[in-house]
Structure formats: C-alpha cells, structure tokens
C-alpha cells in the first residue's frame, strides 16, 4: 500500500508498505496534484505485481517518463525493478549480429562503418527512448 505525508515545511514523502517492511521516500517539494500521482501510480503497481499481470500503459509510460533520482528511489523501496539501458554499442553489436540474412559483402560494409561509427561516437553512451 501507498500513503502519503505531507510535512510541516511543505514536502512530501511518500510511504511504501510490503507486508511488514515500510519505506519513506521523499519527494521533496511539489504540487498536491504531482504528489498524489505518484502515490496512485504506485498503488497500481503494486496491484498489478500483487496480481501478477503486468502494467498498463499509462503506468508503465509514468514509470519511462520519471527522473531517475525518483526511480532510484523507487526501485530502493522494492516497488520498481532498476533500469537496463542499452549503451550504443551494445546495440550495434547485437543489431550485426542478428542479421543473418545479410550477404557476405553486406555485413563486411555494416562492419566497417560501426568501427567508424563508434570511433566518432562514445561506445557507452547509453541511448534513450
């Protein structure tokens, strides 16, 4: 379950109940509209793994959209599993390496210009959606 406590300075903090385990997180200063978002958002979430079905799409697009000091927190309360971000050439690689319709000469060239490619470019830059 999700609740959530408003301070005497004006923030936030959002409390994350599992069981017996709770955890605070703060949200800092924001709107009442954000902050009682946040808790419905988690809620869902929660109800969705508590089923076991997976996320709708207005949460799951909430959970890509917010920060990732939120998120960090999130997924330290057990709500949120941690991001895997593909770095670019991680993604090249694998991209290669998954077409096998390609011709000899054909992979040659996409070879050769991922060399160049990732000379340019930071090889971990990691790549967002």
């Not at 409390?15 to 808790?39: F, S």
């Not at 929660?46 to 089923?51: C, I, K, L, S």
């Not at 959970?63 to 991680?90: E, F, P, S």
């Not at 991922?114 to 340019?120: I, N, R």
């Amino acid at each position: 379950m999700a609740f959530l406590n408003r301070r005497k300075d004006g923030t936030f903090r959002l409390i994350v109940t599992r069981g017996e385990e709770r955890k605070e997180i703060g949200l800092g200063k924001m709107p009442k509209k954000a902050a009682e978002l946040c808790v419905s958002m988690v809620r869902r979430i929660q109800a969705a793994q508590g089923a076991g079905i997976a996320l709708d799409v207005e949460v799951a697009s909430w959970t890509a959209k917010i920060d990732d000091r939120l998120h960090a927190k999130l997924v330290k309360a057990g709500v949120l599993q941690q991001r895997h971000r593909r770095t670019l050439g991680d993604f090249i690689t694998q991209y290669i390496g998954e077409r096998s319709d390609w011709k000899p000469r054909t992979l040659s060239g996409f070879q050769t210009a991922a060399k160049k490619c990732l000379l340019v470019l930071e090889r971990t830059r990691h790549l967002k959606r």
